[in-house]
T-cell receptor, first 114, second 113 residues
């Protein structure tokens, strides 16, 4: 069965510093997609970044980058130059290719302080 | 801008009184999802539509029903809300192209009194 594990319930980072949010996954499917979503206190889930299992390079989107280590089955999110507005819950997720469903991790609450 | 819209943003209902939450999308996506999210937890999928094909999760209570009258609209009906149904309800859509990311609406926060 597919599974996403986020071992950090909460993280603190100072403004302008970089922070890494951990995500490991388990799947027997050779083709898969990994997603990171941000959920501010308002509740909306915001898509941040995607990594496909066959992508040769690590995904990047602005200040977000994905440290994809396939052999270790990890897909850590790196946020550079943290901003106060980055304070939110962050979910790592995997798409089940057969069902179109997203399998979520338990999330990491990030707090950015001045 | 293309988007996923949920109404209302906040809904208060009484114990046992039926309630309907609505979702609409302007993305023309073929897949629509309903999630339930309780405090500090990950979203839990209730059901989803692939076009008109309805897919119910095995552990979704019978109390929860859904309708998708057309591509743009999807409704979540809670027939007899209990106190345990108080949660954030998120609607999402995804399309036919890679990477099939899901686009979420702002959610409806349901309170049951």
């Amino acid at each position: 069965a597919q599974k996403i594990t986020q071992t950090q319930p909460g993280m603190f980072v100072q403004e302008k510093e970089a922070v890494t949010l951990d995500c490991t996954y388990d799947t027997s499917d050779p083709s898969y997609g990994l997603f990171w979503y941000k959920q501010p206190s308002s509740g909306e889930m915001i898509f941040l970044i995607y990594q496909g299992s066959y992508d040769q390079q690590n995904a990047t989107e602005g200040r977000y980058s994905l440290n994809f280590q396939k052999a270790r089955k990890s897909a850590n999110l790196v946020i550079s130059a943290s901003q106060l507005g980055d304070s939110a819950m962050y979910f790592c997720a995997m798409r089940d290719r057969n069902t179109d469903k997203l399998i979520f991790g338990t999330g990491t609450r990030l707090q950015v302080f001045p | 801008d293309a988007m996923v819209i949920q109404n209302p943003r906040y809904q208060v209902t009484q114990f046992g009184k039926p309630v309907t939450l609505s979702c609409s999308q302007t993305l023309n996506h073929n897949v629509m999802y309903w999630y339930q999210q309780k405090s500090s937890q990950a979203p839990k999928l209730l059901f989803h539509y692939y076009d008109k094909d309805f897919n119910n999760e095995a552990d979704t209570p019978d109390n929860f029903q859904s309708r998708r009258p057309n591509t743009s609209f999807c409704f979540l009906d809670i027939r007899s809300p209990g106190l345990g149904d108080a949660a954030m309800y998120l609607c999402a859509t995804s399309g036919r192209d890679l990477p099939y990311e899901q686009y979420f609406g702002p959610g409806t926060r349901l309170t049951v009194t």
